[in-house]
């Protein structure tokens, strides 16, 4: 039985843990990595049954471990986790203005956290997985002028800022004595330590596969599909290529025999 892209997605995971400590992302690895990438987004035209875990793995362990050269299973583990908390939140998926909600929630979540919340370790992860998420993901809302906080009226806020907060309250959770009990000591110093590494891999995620996506992929992916409907004449094809199409906000009058068949308003944006 042929596996699947989340059995295969697991076989990556499975082999960082085993190497932990090292790095095996060359070779047959790394053509892997990139194999289930193309397959992610050859499937992106349909409903997956990837869970949001994996697929925020395989960006995680392209970006940071094929990449970047990154050694540390846990840590991997640890930001996988953290993005999926962050990103299922339903303030960065609503509608409207919400995004641009959430960040000025985070913002002052991690600048004036006042008296926190259950221990402090709790506390201090919170606080600095924030700092992360906003200077990772979310940097491309940061250096605007915003009154009041720490910094002052109309100070600018910018990533430089959040690196330093970041690694500040990573070093404060790993300091805890619960960090121990947890087995989380190691992880947290390791993003203290390398937060501006990690902060940019987020924002490479970010900007290629999370909040953005590879156009690069998703045009070759709606040129082929529209070969194969030239070849063939099977509109399987074709809808596949609007589906592609729709991604890349294509104008229908630039592509007439791609678009010759869709309404005014494209069903799949």
């Known amino acids: 039985m042929r596996r699947t892209l989340g059995e295969d997605i697991g076989s990556l995971r499975e082999a960082i843990r085993a190497n932990?400590?090292?790095n095996i992302a060359h070779g047959a690895f790394a053509r892997k990595v990139d194999q289930l990438i193309g397959d992610f987004y050859d499937d992106i035209g349909e409903l997956t049954d990837l869970r949001f875990s994996d697929i925020l793995?395989?960006?995680?362990?392209k970006v940071l471990?094929?990449?970047r050269g990154?050694?540390?299973?846990?840590?991997?583990?640890?930001l996988g986790r953290m993005l999926e908390r962050?990103?299922?939140?339903?303030?960065l998926t609503g509608p409207g203005n919400r995004p641009a909600a959430y960040l000025s929630d985070l913002i002052a979540e991690v600048s004036e956290p006042g008296s926190p919340a259950g221990s402090p370790?709790?506390?201090?992860?919170?606080?600095?997985d924030s700092a992360l998420f906003i200077s990772g993901v979310l940097r491309q809302g940061l250096g605007r002028r915003r009154a009041g906080g720490l910094l002052g009226g109309g100070a600018l806020v910018d990533a430089s800022y959040y690196f330093a907060l970041g690694r500040r309250y990573y070093e404060m959770a790993a300091g805890e004595e619960q960090a121990r009990r947890v087995e989380l000591r190691p992880t947290l110093l390791r993003l203290a330590q390398f937060f501006e590494v990690y902060s940019?891999?987020?924002n490479e995620v970010s900007g290629r596969y999370v909040l953005g996506m590879d156009m690069r992929l998703i045009a070759d992916r709606m040129l082929d599909a529209f070969n194969?409907?030239?070849?063939?004449?099977e509109m399987v094809h074709l809808d596949l290529a609007r589906k592609y199409a729709s991604l890349l906000r294509l104008d229908a009058r630039q592509w007439p025999s791609l678009g010759q068949h869709l309404p005014d308003e494209p069903a799949y944006y």
């Open 57 to 61: 793995d395989l960006f995680l362990i």
């Open 228 to 233: 194969r409907y030239r070849a063939t004449r």
């Open 20 to 22: 932990d400590g090292a």
């Open 200 to 202: 940019d891999a987020l």
């Open 65 to 67: 471990y094929v990449d």
């Open 86 to 91: 962050f990103l299922g939140a339903s303030e």
């Open 70 to 78: 990154s050694r540390d299973a846990s840590t991997l583990d640890y």
């Open 121 to 128: 370790f709790e506390a201090y992860r919170r606080y600095g």
